[in-house]
């Protein structure tokens, strides 16, 4: 009987394993994948100076959406993704290298110290600065119009990256900010996003595990509860630590575009029309003169064109997070 019953509960057993692994394959889907048109056309808008629409609600930015889909297909949607693991990739790899051999801790442990916290955010900012160049080359991708982009390789990032720290590669004018003045807003940007989403995170979970504890499955309980409980808290935790600090830090991350793709003699889509296009001059002389320039000539909104695309990709997020659950729970009651 023992046998029997350890037979029955295998599959569901396997079942969950093989929900959880589903839901996080999911998410990872929607951040890397389904939201990318929403992150070129953010990007897009973020550096187009020219633009008298903000895009600023999610409704135009599906109209925008749909205007470069009919004149240049969908490729022109999902251009740049390859190089944005590329450097997802490249943040990893160095921040591995770095932690083994140097004594940053890439991990903070349950007794951490301030200490370890300031060698731990040093770690996360100089793998900033090694992916630096390689994020250049990557927002150039995203950002360039399809309409007079050859078809571009997939290591191409890499060798625009590499061209871009040393000075070599396709010529850019002298508009170009050297990689030293855009060390600062870039590892600014990147430091202040991971603490916010960790903030965010741990007080999404504490918050979410008080709502959960008076309410904890008894042993009888069904085993599709249990494993709700189980995968999602750290789901939304994750969701929630990624909006808060895309919103918060918009405004800089609309500067740090701007310093970057300045002097790349990058042509982008006119986001005011959804065809045409438009070739990116700006002049400015560093992180302090590009905010007060946006201030004085775009009003304080200028910081937040394209806002409309972050609302279009969050709801992508949470509608399909609600799918995979449905999914999920009624395949779990299913078999049960």
Known sequence: MDNESEREDHPPKQLNRFAGFGIGLASLFTENVLAHPCIVLRRQCQVNYHARNYHLTPFTIINLMYSI??????????????????????????????????PLPRELSYKWNLKQ?????????????????????????????????????ILDCLKEGIGRAMGLGVPHSKRL???LALTFPTVLHGVLHYIISCIIQKLV??????????????????????MLDA???????????????????YPLETVLHRLH???????????????????????????????????????????????????????????????????YTT??????
């Not at 240049?72 to 083994?100: C, D, H, N, Y």
């Not at 320039?293 to 949470?318: D, M, N, P, S």
């Open 261 to 327: 793709i300045q002097g790349t003699r990058t042509i982008i889509d006119n986001t005011d029309l959804g065809y045409e296009v438009l070739p990116i001059n700006s002049q400015y002389e560093g992180m302090r003169d590009c905010i007060n320039t946006i201030k004085r000539e775009e009003g304080i909104f200028g910081f937040y064109k394209g806002f409309g695309a972050v609302v279009v990709q969050y709801t992508l997020h949470v509608a399909l997070l609600q799918l995979t659950k449905i999914v």
């Open 231 to 249: 995968y999602f808290p750290e789901l939304i935790a994750s969701f929630a630590a990624s909006l808060c600090a895309d919103v918060m830090l």
């Open 117 to 153: 916290i300031g060698g731990h955010l040093l770690l996360k900012g100089l793998t900033c600065v090694i992916a630096m160049p390689f994020y250049s080359a990557s927002l150039i991708e995203t950002v360039q119009s399809e309409i007079i982009r050859d078809n571009p390789g």
């Open 205 to 226: 979970l504490l918050f979410l595990k008080k709502e959960n504890s008076p309410n904890l499955p008894a042993e009888n309980s069904s085993s599709v509860q249990s």
């Open 69 to 102: 889909n009919k004149a240049q297909g969908p490729r022109a949607l999902w251009k740049g993704m390859g190089s944005t693991f590329i450097v997802q990739g490249i943040t990893l790899g160095s921040e591995g290298i770095i932690s083994e051999f140097t």
């Open 177 to 179: 900010l050297p990689l």
């Open 331 to 336: 395949l779990l009651q299913n078999v049960s």
